[in-house]
């Protein structure tokens, strides 16, 4: 990992181990949002430290990307039954006046029909109001083209105030229920093709069709990313489902290995993110 990164993940830490000092005096915390990076390694530190059972991650729907990092008290968890990975009941927040502003809200952003918009263009738009990235959850574009936006309430306000433009086209912005229709606006193309081994370097190579001297080069380099890790080893056995980030081409789901063809060769079954 890079110097920024370490440095990043040591802050993150000390903000982690902060939250948790105020749980430990019964005060309820959050942590709003953390990259699916950030909530992997919250979550080994907090296995670690055994306080995982006082956390709740939560990003606005069922398989969020982007999550809120929540911390109660062992009186408050006493009165959780859900799972950890569905909201914190509302009966519970709203108890909770620090909490209560921190609850995840959603955010429909609905366009005027003027012209295709994508998730670059919303997401632009949004920061070009001066919001951090980390300011926002998930950001889902929908099938009729309007876009799903999770964060704070606060946000959520601001943005149904002063998000007018997305690109050239005229947008409003509107308080939005999780329902059925919603997608979490994520594309994927399916590749299929053949590997040597659930090596690292012959998986990034069919991937991206880059050759295996290449690819074992983009690894070296640091370019790749397992499951949000930065990996190096280009022996690494890959183990689906995998998420596979290489920089410069794209993100990709490892799904599987469908058993061997005549020449002994690994089936091999992923996704990219388009």
Request: net charge neutral.
């Amino acid at each position: 990992m890079s110097e920024r990164g370490t440095g990043e993940r040591t802050l993150l830490q000390a903000r982690i181990e902060d939250a948790l000092t105020r749980c430990e005096k019964g005060i309820p915390s959050c942590i709003s949002f953390l990259t699916p990076g950030e909530c992997r390694f919250a979550e080994r530190l907090l296995r670690s430290t055994g306080a995982w059972e006082s956390a709740w991650m939560w990003g606005g729907y069922e398989g969020a990307e982007r999550k809120s990092l929540f911390f109660l008290p062992e009186y408050l968890l006493l009165c959780l039954s859900a799972p950890k990975d569905s909201a914190p009941p509302k009966e519970i927040l709203a108890l909770l006046d620090e909490l209560a502003a921190r609850e995840i809200f959603s955010v429909r952003v609905v366009r005027s029909g003027f012209r295709t918009l994508n998730h670059r263009d919303y997401l632009g738009a949004i920061l070009g109001l001066g919001l951090e990235r980390d300011a926002l959850g998930d950001l889902a574009v929908q099938k009729n083209g309007d876009a799903v936006v999770f964060c704070t309430e606060t946000v959520g306000k601001f943005l149904m105030e002063s998000l007018t433009k997305v690109a050239s086209d005229t947008v409003r912005c509107r308080p939005y229920e999780v329902d059925e229709e919603f997608t979490d606006g994520r594309n994927y193309r399916p590749i299929r093709d053949t590997v040597a081994s659930p090596r690292l370097d012959a998986v990034v190579a069919s991937l991206t069709n880059l050759s295996r001297e290449q690819a074992q080069n983009t690894v070296r380099s640091g370019l790749v990313e397992v499951d949000y890790e930065p990996v190096e080893r280009t022996d690494l056995l890959l183990t689906p489902p995998a998420v596979i980030s290489v920089r410069g081409h794209g993100r990709f789901v490892l799904r599987g290995f469908d058993g061997q063809n005549r020449k002994g060769r690994l089936r091999l079954l992923a996704d990219k993110l388009i």
